[in-house]
């Protein structure tokens, strides 16, 4: 073999088993070199490490020996480790004596001669007949929303049982789930947890979990289930944001009952008449029902499909037809109020700006008249909604005039082939927790004056879609086609929003994290441009990063000072997105490597007005959006166009793109017609059924009778 034979054939070793440079050079030099074991071990092939047994079930207290195996060296000592439990510097694993939460962990065997190499085995810990174990009293429990529940830990026999509080996996909890004390004081949350299988979002437990202080490993976790007064039969006048629908909402074949339902939402006015506001899918049945139908509370899904259970609020008056092809579509329906039923004042559950002698927001109606137009001003702004199946629950607008298509079915059991109605001008607020399946015909208000703002109609997991208020408001016209009106009184904040409160500090860091290969690839791009990045005045430092508009690709970072003028700065590079950084400290002046430009972003501006741009900003995203929406709409994956704010650049506008998650699609441009884009994925967005529109629960008979099936509609 030729001298530079060799050499190529000694750096694909190199390559292959990861050796270190100081190995590389022996090999060069003398032709092998002495593993880490000692002078005396070679490694001539790449090391193979396996271990018998591959998993074992050990009951706990008890034993069970592993043994490694190892190849390609000479020196086959290993290292041992385990999470929970103990092992021997001869591979004997010790259970410990009480089943840890999980109740699984993994016994890891690595080479002493390459410690790249290692081989893991899955133990699994039973308990055994005299084990211990950490218990939580209550087990299991309900809450009502906004109230409270004590818990207890214990280990019996054990009188050192001080532990940690989790809600949902955070330390503490959070406004959104509920906030735990120290002493295991559960304040539940105003909205209802929710959880997504498929494409189907569905209310959830609370889970609220002890850890051991001294060992993390020992743990209990109680499930909550947090009921809403909204699924309740109300009292006569009822409040709206409840439970309804409309009598004739159900099928049936021999053995199975099935019935749905969703919220009744609003009062509007017109004509000096009052009805109720919900959507055509919870009160038409998808274009199923017939005006005259009755609109009963609480919806046959909440009285178990017996319809002496229910009482008659409304009448159905009219509605939009879903199979309309006037852009840009609705999906509402009013029903005419049966005199003395509905609060005429329009209350609505859980909206009020005081609490009562319990804590708990009391009813209120909307801030009365025409609402908020869906234009640049509702961008960033925070709402409301009180609905079904969540309660209520608050978020942020993120985008507007939202095109893109729905699937809905008629039937109510989910059978009969599903229609895509197109939407135009739609109004997206963040959040999978905001909605669920049930939530849908609840009106959507702005938090800080109980304005209307919207008409929550379908959903994903990411994220929930309302009909802005004027657009629904202008297809209910008085006999003179004047628009109907929200009945409500004056502005008011939604208190709810700002409950519960904490017991103490508590806050969650949320991370997004590119592949190594997209950070690389930023930084060579960043590296090809510095001198001209360097040459905007404004730029201190160039580092690398997430982009926060498409969370999965890297982005090159533009450190500039707090408050500091920028114009021009480029919105991509080389097909490498950028995100502008406001900073109040100076950064090393220069190129800042991936580490570095993360702890330079601590001291990042948090500023209100990120979600804030110019009219004329919008109006340049409205003139692309205009422009390439139906394009874009036509691509595999895309379900959604809309105008948002961009979170890589404060001040600017982005079009924002809604993907389907798990469908093929083409790569989305970080610019289009100069204004940045911004990607979301999520499930499919649908009404009736799936994402959030409709679920089903079955409630079992006691004996071989047919059974009742639910299914409500977001």
Not at 226 to 251: E, F, H, K, R, V
Not at 370 to 396: D, W
Not at 493 to 511: H, K, R
């Amino acid at each position: 073999m030729s001298r530079t034979k060799a050499i190529i054939q000694i750096l694909k070793t190199y390559l292959n088993r990861d050796l270190g440079l100081a190995c590389l050079l022996a090999i060069l030099v003398a032709g092998g070199c002495g593993g880490s074991g000692g002078a005396n071990s070679t490694t001539t092939n790449p090391v193979v490490v396996t271990l018998s047994p591959t998993s074992a079930d050990v009951i706990t207290s008890t034993s069970v020996q592993f043994t490694a195996t190892v190849t390609g060296t000479t020196n086959t000592k290993v290292t041992w480790t385990t999470a929970v439990g103990t092992i021997s510097n001869t591979g004997l694993y010790a259970a410990p004596a009480i089943v840890p939460n999980p109740a699984v962990t993994t016994v890891t065997a690595t080479s002493v001669a390459n410690p790249t190499y290692a081989a893991a085995a899955q133990v699994t810990i039973q308990p055994g007949p005299n084990a211990i174990s950490m218990t939580l009293s209550p087990v299991s429990g309900t809450v009502a929303s906004f109230g409270t529940l004590q818990f207890a830990a214990s280990i019996p026999g054990d009188n050192n049982t001080a532990v940690t509080w989790y809600v949902n996996g955070i330390q503490g909890g959070s406004q959104s789930a509920g906030y735990i004390t120290a002493t295991g004081l559960f304040l539940a949350p105003g909205g209802v947890p929710t959880t997504t299988s498929g494409n189907t979002t569905k209310a959830t437990t609370a889970a609220i979990t002890a850890v051991l202080n001294d060992n993390s490993a020992y743990s209990a976790t109680a499930n909550v289930a947090i009921q809403p007064s909204n699924q309740s039969s109300q009292s006569i006048p009822i409040d709206l944001g409840t439970s309804g629908g409309n009598l004739n909402d159900s099928s049936s074949d021999k053995t199975l009952i099935t019935c749905c339902g969703g919220t009744l939402g609003a009062l509007l006015a017109a004509n000096n008449t009052q009805y109720i506001l919900s959507t055509n899918h919870t009160l038409a049945r998808s274009d199923a029902a017939n005006t005259g139908d009755s609109i009963v509370q609480p919806g046959l899904l909440d009285a178990n499909c017996d319809t002496t259970r229910v009482i008659t609020v409304g009448t159905l008056s009219k509605f939009f037809s879903l199979k309309s092809s006037q852009l840009p579509n609705i999906d509402a329906a009013i029903a005419q109020v049966v005199n003395g039923e509905v609060d005429p004042n329009g209350k609505v559950l859980y909206l009020g700006d005081v609490v009562d002698t319990n804590g708990i927001p009391l009813a209120a109606p909307p801030h009365t008249g025409s609402g908020l137009s869906a234009n640049s001003s509702l961008i960033g702004r925070q709402v409301a909604k009180s609905g079904r199946t969540t309660g209520l629950t608050c978020s942020t607008i993120d985008s507007v005039g939202v095109s893109l298509t729905v699937e809905y079915v008629q039937n109510c059991d989910g059978t009969g082939t599903p229609i895509n109605v197109e939407f135009s001008g739609q109004i997206d607020v963040a959040g999978s927790a905001f909605s669920a399946q049930g939530d849908s015909g609840a009106l959507v208000v702005s938090q800080d004056t109980a304005d209307p703002v919207g008409l929550l109609f379908a959903s994903s997991d990411s994220s929930s879609l309302a009909n802005p208020i004027s657009d629904v408001l202008n297809y209910f016209t008085d006999s003179n086609g004047n628009p109907a009106t929200v009945v409500g009184g004056a502005a008011h904040s939604v208190i709810g929003c700002a409950l519960p409160t904490s017991p103490s500090a508590i806050a969650a860091a949320v991370t997004t994290t590119p592949t190594s290969a997209a950070i690389q690839n930023a930084t060579k791009v960043r590296d090809a441009h510095m001198s001209e990045i360097l040459g905007h005045t404004e730029v201190q430092a160039a580092g690398v990063g997430s982009s926060h508009d498409n969370p999965s690709e890297a982005a090159i970072l533009l450190f500039i000072a707090k408050n500091q003028a920028h114009t021009d700065l480029p919105r991509q590079i080389d097909g490498v997105r950028t995100r502008i950084v406001e900073v109040t400290a100076s950064p090393r002046y220069g190129a800042l490597s991936e580490s570095e430009s993360a702890k330079m972003e601590q001291s990042a501006v948090s500023s209100p007005s990120a979600w804030v741009f110019s009219e004329s900003e919008f109006n340049r995203a409205k003139t692309v959006h205009a422009a390439r929406a139906a394009t874009l709409l036509k691509q595999s994956g895309v379900q959604g166009v809309g105008i948002s704010p961009s979170l890589d650049a404060s001040g600017e506008a982005a079009l924002m793109v809604f993907l389907t998650r798990g469908v093929a699609h083409d790569a989305i441009s970080p610019v289009i017609d100069g204004l940045r884009t911004r990607v979301r994925e999520s499930t499919r967005f649908r009404a009736n059924y799936g994402a959030s529109p409709s679920t089903r629960s079955c409630h079992l008979p006691p004996k071989k009778t047919d059974r009742a099936n639910s299914q409500t509609k977001p």
